[in-house]
Each structure stands twice: as C-alpha cells, then as structure tokens.
C-alpha cells in the first residue's frame, strides 16, 4: 500500500493535535469496523473558524486526514467548512489507498459533528448540516470504481 508524502508527513508530523479548552463545537465519530475514533475540536468566533484540533485513535491516514481537515478548516467561514468534504481531504493529502477512503469520511463526518454541536449550543441551522452519527460504518457506501 502506497501512501503519498503528503500523507506520511501529516502522519509522522501531524498539525493541531490536542484539545481546546473551551471549544465552541466539538464532534466525536467513530467507525465501528476499524476501530478508528475521532474527536474534533472547533474554536468559531463571528463566523469564522478561528482555531481547530484533534485527538484520533487510528491508523496512520486517520490520524494524517484529521490533521489535514484542521488545517483546511481554519480561517473558514461556517458555510465554506461545510464545504470540506472527503474528498477534499484526500486532494489535499495527494490521495488514499482505497482500503484507507473511509478515514476522509471519518475527517468530514467528525468536522460536521463539532459543527452540529455548535449550532445545537448556539440555537441555530447550518444550511446543508445534518444530525452526525456516532459510527460511520453504519451507512458506509460501497466505494467508487475510479
């Protein structure tokens, strides 16, 4: 299985791993099947996503697309976060082994799920946000033949 340098180095040097103190949204997804979790950390000030961390109990492209989607959300508006989707992590990290497609979905379920509990706490909807899952595996599609 081959892995791009892009995902080694979040891997073997991964950004924003940790928590925030008194986060405005913060989602925990796991995939029953792997076994992988993660717990995304969101700090949202007017908007705007000002601060993201994580904590992933995983496989190495876990723990490389967590440390990708925090990047790719910070200094996001709440409607350009929800833009962020797995296949947005994967482009940014130079692809995933198919095996190891699951993970991006885990980075976008978890983002969605710190979003969900920031609108739940501030009372209000996220246009295109819907209820998160505790366990992706649950509604895993069949991946894509490319």
């Known amino acids: 299985m081959q892995y791009s340098e892009k995902v080694m180095d979040h891997f073997m040097n991964p950004r924003n ?62 409607q350009e976060a929800m833009e962020i989707t797995n296949k947005a992590v994967m482009e940014a990290l130079d692809g995933l082994p198919p095996i190891k497609v699951h993970c991006s979905c885990l980075a976008e379920e978890a983002l969605h799920a710190a979003l969900w509990d920031y609108a739940q706490k501030n009372g209000i909807v996220i246009e295109g946000l819907e209820e998160p899952v505790n366990d992706i595996s649950e509604h895993e599609e069949i991946p894509e033949e490319e």
Do not use: P, Q, R
């Open 17 to 78: 791993v940790g928590e925030i103190e008194d986060a405005s949204g913060v989602g925990t997804v796991g995939n029953a099947k792997c076994g992988d979790i993660m717990k995304v950390y969101l700090k949202i000030e007017d908007n705007i996503v000002k601060d993201a961390k994580f904590k992933t109990f995983g496989c190495g492209a876990a723990v490389a697309t967590s440390s990708m989607a925090t990047e790719l959300i910070k200094g996001k508006t709440i």
